[in-house]
């Protein structure tokens, strides 16, 4: 037992020892943002308990300066360093969702930060340090989806309410078994952030950091539903209408998104992606 427990100790301080990595600038540069229509999502997996994660969200950030319009960020809160504490701890707000936690889970993220660009896999690894997004990215940017994604959303104040729908036009024919997840991300959230890197912020402590695409819910079940199963045609177009209401929420409407991607059923790689405000 003795032996056991001390393993035990062993794991946990390499794991919060190599889980909270420095992030380098990415030095990609030249992104081609015409060649193809294929957008990128990246999944920066956070917490806020994280000191090297602000420099990872500045790493995503940079890397959609680039293609403004094709790169979509979600900074998904999950794992170790996403748990809220107790007060008088500045650290009580709980910015987890059951989607973050399923997907950290299912896609084996260990520590923070990392994340993925289109959930692409290399012999089932989907997860990639901040380092690697800009390369991965910049690959991607330049080929083709066969769908483009358009984002219709109406939002009702009387109810408080969203009404979206996402339509997939096709532009050649493909096959195969897709779903679509639908989420809700939000910009300009106010809340406290750990911070090792004085160029970013004060050290160790952001108290009014700047949270920006964070992940509020999967509206739609966290690996979404089916969208696509077959074969289809150039010219064709599917649709899918989803509502969700923002009661009982401290979600800020006119700071909100919605961003859809199709994926493949079997390997869970991102067909095509998308994102809208809310109030546009």
Known sequence: MKIIKILSIIFGLV???????KVDPPYTTGFDCESGNQNVLIEDYTG?????????????????????ERVIVIAVHAGYFAKPKAAPSEYTYDFRTQAGNEWNDYFAIIGNPNGMVNRQSENGNYVLGPGLWAEAAFKLLSQNSPVNIVIENNFNTDNNSLSTKVTANVVSDFEGVYDLIVCITEDHIIKPQKNNDASIGTVPDILEYEHEGVLRMAINGSFGQ?????????????????????????????NCNVVAFIVNREDKSVLQVEELEIIN
């Open 15 to 21: 794991f919060l020892i190599n889980s909270c990595d």
């Open 226 to 254: 089916d969208f696509i199963n077959g074969s289809v045609s150039i010219g064709e177009s599917i649709s899918k209408s989803l509502d969700q209401s923002f009661d009982g929420t401290d979600w800020v409407v006119e």
């Open 48 to 68: 806020h308990d994280c000191v090297n994660c602000p420099g990872a969200a500045v790493t995503a950030h940079d890397i959609k300066s680039n293609c403004e």
